[in-house]
T-cell receptor, first 113, second 114 residues
Framework: KNQVEQSPQSLIILEGKNCTLQ??????????LRWYKQDTGRGPVSLTI?????NTKSNGRYTATLDADTKQSSLHITASQLSDSASYIC????????????FGAGTTVTVRA | NAGVTQTPKFQVLKTGQSMTLQCAQD?????MYWYRQDPGMGLRLIYY???????DKGEVPNGYNVSRLNKREFSLRLESAAPSQTSVYFC?????????????FGPGTRLTVL
């Protein structure tokens, strides 16, 4: 069973609207959590990283939150743009090997004009 | 800087054929990684090289071999391709081998095994 579950699997939003993506994880012990953006046909690019002590991190219109007690994270996209159309991947580091990255399957976001 | 480059971008093989996927980085990173990405699944680590001269198995190493040719280059070899190896392969690199080091990914190689 995947230790990182993301929801929804996909969503469609209108340009200018906001949306929130969810990530639940079971990886333990926890080291950090990243959100990556993957454009179609490209490799993932890191957006944010949060450690245990951080509960929010922003990168432009992207804001990530972390609740380490409930093992949940969210990524909020504000005032979406067409260029936000991509897959967003939640990645948790930790477990028995500190270097090991556990990847979620991703949420595909489509922004329509 | 080109970052992480991968060749080829696309490849079609027949079952049993062999091939090598090439990866190079120009960021002077110490650690390099090979992942595969399959539909509906997260990326899975095949092999990694924490530093020049070392390689180790990841989560799904069966059917693959790697070579850390030098600090810049890390290749992935399929000795006898199987349809189950149809996937998108990503190479990544990071400055160090700690959990806080950001991994930078290449554009990927889309491999189809018939």
């Amino acid at each position: 069973k995947n230790q990182v579950e993301q929801s929804p699997q996909s969503l469609i939003i209108l340009e200018g609207k906001n949306c929130t993506l969810q990530c639940n994880y079971t990886v333990s012990p926890f080291s950090n959590l990243r959100w990556y953006k993957q454009d179609t046909g490209r490799g993932p690019v890191s957006l944010t990283i949060m450690t245990f002590s951080e509960n929010t991190k922003s990168n432009g219109r992207y804001t990530a939150t972390l609740d380490a007690d409930t093992k949940q994270s969210s990524l909020h996209i504000t005032a979406s743009q067409l260029s936000d159309s991509a897959s967003y991947i939640c990645v948790v580091t930790g477990g028995s090997n500190d270097y090991k990255l556990s990847f979620g399957a991703g949420t595909t976001v489509t922004v329509r004009a | 800087n080109a970052g992480v480059t991968q060749t080829p971008k696309f490849q079609v093989l027949k079952t049993g054929q062999s091939m090598t996927l090439q990866c190079a980085q120009d960021m002077n990173h110490n650690s390099m990684y090979w992942y595969r990405q399959d539909p509906g699944m997260g990326l899975r680590l095949i092999y990694y090289s924490a530093s020049e001269g070392t390689t180790d198995k990841g989560e799904v190493p069966n059917g693959y071999n790697v070579s850390r040719l030098n600090k810049r280059e890390f290749s992935l070899r399929l000795e006898s391709a199987a349809p189950s190896q149809t996937s998108v392969y990503f190479c990544a690199s990071s400055e160090g081998f700690s959990s806080t080091d950001t991994q930078y990914f290449g554009p990927g190689t889309r491999l189809t095994v018939l």
